[in-house]
């Protein structure tokens, strides 16, 4: 079945730092990828998305690309700040053809806390 | 993406009552919603899809007469935790299908 592989947490930056956050995948068909952030006590929050090999998502100056070849979906930022602590979460939406359709599967998310 | 409305945002009860759980959808109409669970510190995984007029799906090991789900109509899907237990206590949220959007979730927390 679909899965995805969700680097492990908690990663801890300082302020400015760069940000990487591994995420790999498992699907039939042709998915689309999705990062979502969960903010403390809070429901999910779409981050950014991509539907088709090569496309990079970015939003908020994140940004990841879906890379078919190695299927990863990494997130990057290239300066986190403090409100960017959150939960990480990456995600795959099964496409035509594969047997979860229109389902999503999370990985197990990824904690990131900033501090100044 | 679609827009999701989910009442309450959280419920706290007592072990053995019943809580019901609302998801509507306020902008189209959604046929099929699925419904996850998030428990502490852990991802989301997926209970089950509820089908507007038919019965609902269940994934393995969650039990269909435990989690009620109804969706009686295009722009509702309800699940009702029945005789709930501390155990679960947990975030539960709806997402239609075909969608990348969520209800902001409800957490229940069963005393």
């Known amino acids: 079945g679909d899965s995805v592989t969700q680097m492990e947490g908690p990663v801890t930056l300082s302020e400015e730092a760069f940000l990487t956050i591994n995420c790999t995948y498992t699907?039939?068909?042709?998915?689309?990828l999705f990062w979502y952030v969960q903010y403390p006590g809070e429901g999910l929050q779409l981050l950014l998305k991509?539907?088709?090999?090569?496309d990079k998502g970015s939003n908020k100056g994140f940004e990841a690309t879906y890379r078919k070849e190695t299927t990863s979906f990494h997130l990057e930022k290239g300066s986190v700040q403090v409100s960017d602590s959150a939960v990480y979460f990456c995600a795959l939406k099964s496409g035509a053809g594969g047997t979860s359709y229109g389902k999503l599967t999370f990985g197990q998310g990824t904690i990131l806390t900033v501090h100044p | 993406g679609a827009v999701v409305s989910q009442h309450p945002s959280w419920v706290i009860c007592k072990s053995g009552t019943s809580v019901k759980i609302e998801c509507r959808s306020l902008?189209?109409?959604?046929?099929?919603m699925f419904w996850y669970r998030q428990f502490p510190k852990q991802s989301l995984m997926l209970m089950a899809t509820s089908n507007e007029g038919s019965k609902a799906t269940y994934e393995q090991g969650v039990e269909k007469d435990k989690f009620l789900i109804n969706h009686a109509s295009l722009t509702l899907s309800t699940l009702t935790v029945t005789s709930a237990h501390p155990e679960d206590s947990s975030f539960y949220i709806c997402s239609p299908w075909d969608s990348y959007t969520f209800g902001s979730g409800t957490r229940l927390t069963v005393v």
């Open positions: 991509a539907t088709k090999a090569d």
């Open positions: 699907a039939t068909g042709y998915p689309s």
């Open positions: 902008d189209f109409q959604a046929t099929t």
